[in-house]
């Protein structure tokens, strides 16, 4: 399994980006995908999952109400959609697969890592 995460970059308060995923290498549908986060100096945080299907999400107290994870599964990609972005959202942004449908917020579980894509939020 392959994961590549892009769409990070520099953006000021209250702005939005959008973070991709693009997997490759086996058949998904029976996996969990998600995404973290480690900021300087911290240990790296849940932030959101869904399930290959689409039918069960779940969100980090950090995203909810602002993140929304989505998947196109013809397109093989995972999507983050960032809105009201904060200066504390800094940080490098990581998508990871777990190999059962069971959605779980702790990166012991997940096999498969992407390499991170940095968001900066300027105050």
């Known amino acids: 399994v392959q994961l590549q995460a892009s769409g990070g970059g520099l953006v000021q308060a209250g702005g939005s980006l959008r973070l991709s995923c693009a997997a490759s290498?086996?058949?998904?549908?029976?996996?969990?995908m998600g995404w973290f986060r480690q900021a300087p100096g911290k240990e790296r945080e849940f932030v959101a999952a869904?399930?290959?299907?689409?039918?069960?999400?779940y969100y980090g107290d950090s995203a909810k109400g602002r993140f929304t994870i989505s998947i196109d599964g013809a397109k093989n990609t995972l999507y983050l959609q960032m809105n009201s972005l904060r200066p504390e959202d800094t940080a490098i942004y990581y998508c990871?697969?777990?190999?059962?449908?069971?959605?779980?917020?702790?990166?012991?579980?997940?096999?498969?890592w992407g390499q991170g894509t940095l968001v900066t939020v300027s105050s």
């Open positions: 990871a697969t777990r190999t059962n449908r069971l959605i779980s917020v702790h990166t012991i579980h997940y096999a498969y």
């Open positions: 290498g086996r058949t998904f549908s029976s996996y969990t």
């Open positions: 869904i399930t290959w299907s689409g039918d069960s999400t």
